[in-house]
């Protein structure tokens, strides 16, 4: 408990009364009385704002909530009092995270209630905890204030910004993929799955006709086929030190994930399976292909809480353990930071891969390292900046092209531009039934 301003000028008038006093301008008395009776007041306020009970509160804040996004948190009080209360409220949110509405005064009416919101905007994913709420009591005179804290535990889950998800939550397959600027063409009558009955065309075969759907409607009927929708994709995740680079706000990490979510909603919205692989050295995380919206919720739990770290990347145990938990043909999508570095390495990891599957690696690229490249000025320090930013990317392009000669797939991609292209080459590959 500490004085409020209030006693503290109290305090001072006393002080000034005690010295008027001292050289005998007013009597001793006056000093005296105005001593207890001020010591009276400041122990009955002090009693009163000890034995006052801390209101009642409740935190309202969404379980799940996007990275990078503001969030709202909404407390809510009820005071037990029959007297009026000045109260101020900072909450423990998660510390680091930009927060605007803090901390918030308001005067708690006798038993009412009140609520108001506050804005946070988290800065990184995985768990996140608010660990309870501090008060600041006013006293009924104010002459105390006394800080109180209330165990009120909430729980969060930082997730990857799935608000382009959201967007596309009520489209079409088609609409959805053209947010990204790539186009979905569907051929029909083609493939083994049947979609739907029609009547018959002129060139249709024999074959297509169904016989008893014919008979009942007294024409002939034929069967329309689709593309085989039962597909998989795994996505080989790269969670090692190069994704620790960043563009913008965000790190490369974090755009992967969000790119991943956005090729994943695609792929189960056309009636395939998304598996996810994360690689940190020797440690993998690892989720079987899913699909339908069952399978989203699944993906999203499994790489919500995941973060690059300073380890190197193990590329060949990575293939080693997906070629052992992966045994049907799949979509294999690596997405990484290719550098010349990983000449051999990188080589024998997708080429083990393509032995069963089709692989495609999708490679990062550094603004940094482009800028540095393609803006060099006289001096000498940006000369030899320059041509070392250019080497690394020809080195680069030596390791895609030795990709491509072992039939690997290869994007060489920004992060801005990572989810249209991986959808892209997705529905590339779908409308060529490569998958």
């Given at each position: 408990m500490r004085?409020?301003?209030?006693?503290?000028?109290?305090?001072?008038?006393?002080?000034?009364?005690?010295?008027?006093?001292?050289?005998?301008i007013i009597p001793l008395a006056a000093w005296l009385a105005y001593g207890a009776a001020l010591a009276c007041v400041m122990l009955i306020d002090a009693w009163r704002l000890q034995r006052a009970p801390s209101p009642a509160l409740q935190r309202e804040v969404?379980?799940?909530?996007?990275?990078?996004?503001?969030?709202?948190?909404?407390?809510?009080?009820?005071?037990?009092?029959?007297?009026?209360?000045?109260?101020?409220?900072?909450d423990l949110h998660p510390g680091g995270w930009p927060m605007r509405g803090l901390p918030h005064r308001l005067q708690?009416?006798?038993?009412?209630?009140?609520?108001?919101?506050?804005?946070?905007?988290?800065?990184?994913?995985?768990?996140?905890?608010?660990?309870?709420?501090?008060?600041?009591?006013h006293s009924a005179w104010r002459l105390w204030r006394q800080r109180r804290a209330l165990d009120v535990v909430n729980t969060v889950r930082v997730y990857p910004n799935f608000a382009p998800l959201a967007k596309m939550a009520g489209l079409t397959v088609e609409?959805?993929?053209?947010?990204?600027?790539?186009?979905?063409?569907?051929?029909?009558?083609?493939?083994?799955?049947?979609q739907e009955l029609r009547d018959y065309r002129v060139g249709d075969s024999m074959r297509k006709i169904d016989w008893k759907a014919t008979a009942r409607m007294g024409h002939f009927i034929?069967?329309?086929?689709?593309?085989?929708?039962?597909?998989?994709?795994?996505?080989?995740?790269?969670?090692?030190?190069?994704?620790?680079?960043?563009?913008?706000?965000?790190?490369?990490?974090?755009h992967v994930l969000n790119a991943s979510l956005s090729?994943?909603?695609?792929?189960?919205?056309?009636?395939?399976?998304?598996?996810?692989?994360?690689?940190?050295?020797?440690t993998q995380r690892w989720l079987p292909p899913q699909r339908d919206s069952g399978g989203m919720d699944l993906l999203l739990g499994t790489g919500y809480d995941l973060q690059a770290t300073s380890a190197p990347t193990d590329y060949l145990a990575a293939a080693r353990a997906l070629?052992?938990?992966?045994?049907?043909?799949?979509?294999?999508?690596?997405?990484?930071?290719?550098?010349?570095?990983?000449?051999?390495?990188?080589?024998?990891?997708?080429?083990?891969?393509?032995?069963?599957?089709?692989?495609?690696?999708?490679s990062l690229r550094e603004q940094a390292v482009e800028q540095a490249a393609h803006h060099a000025s006289e001096s000498l320090e940006s000369a030899i900046r320059s041509a070392s930013a250019m080497h690394y990317l020809a080195g680069r392009e030596r390791v895609h092209d030795d990709l491509n000669r072992r039939g690997v797939m290869t994007l060489d991609v920004e992060c801005a531009e990572l989810s249209s292209a991986l959808i892209e080459r997705y529905l590339r590959l779908k409308r060529e039934s490569r998958l």
């Open positions: 004085p409020g301003p209030l006693l503290l000028w109290l305090l001072l008038g006393w002080t000034l009364v005690g010295v008027l006093a001292s050289i005998g969404a379980p799940v909530v996007p990275l990078g996004l503001d969030m709202f948190v909404r407390l809510r009080m009820q005071s037990a009092e029959k007297s009026p209360r000045t109260v101020e409220v900072h708690l009416a006798p038993e009412t209630d009140y609520a108001f919101e506050y804005a946070l905007t988290p800065d990184e994913r995985g768990p996140a905890l608010f660990v309870g709420c501090h008060l600041r009591l609409l959805a993929s053209h947010t990204f600027g790539a186009r979905l063409q569907r051929r029909r009558g083609e493939g083994t799955e049947f034929s069967r329309e086929y689709r593309e085989e929708r039962n597909q998989q994709i795994v996505l080989l995740v790269d969670c090692g030190r190069r994704m620790l680079a960043k563009d913008g706000a965000i790190s490369h990490f974090d090729l994943a909603y695609i792929a189960m919205r056309e009636g395939d399976a998304v598996g996810l692989l994360a690689c940190t050295g020797r070629q052992e938990r992966q045994r049907r043909r799949a979509l294999v999508i690596l997405i990484t930071n290719v550098r010349d570095e990983d000449d051999s390495e990188l080589a024998l990891a997708v080429t083990l891969l393509a032995q069963r599957h089709l692989v495609l690696v999708a």
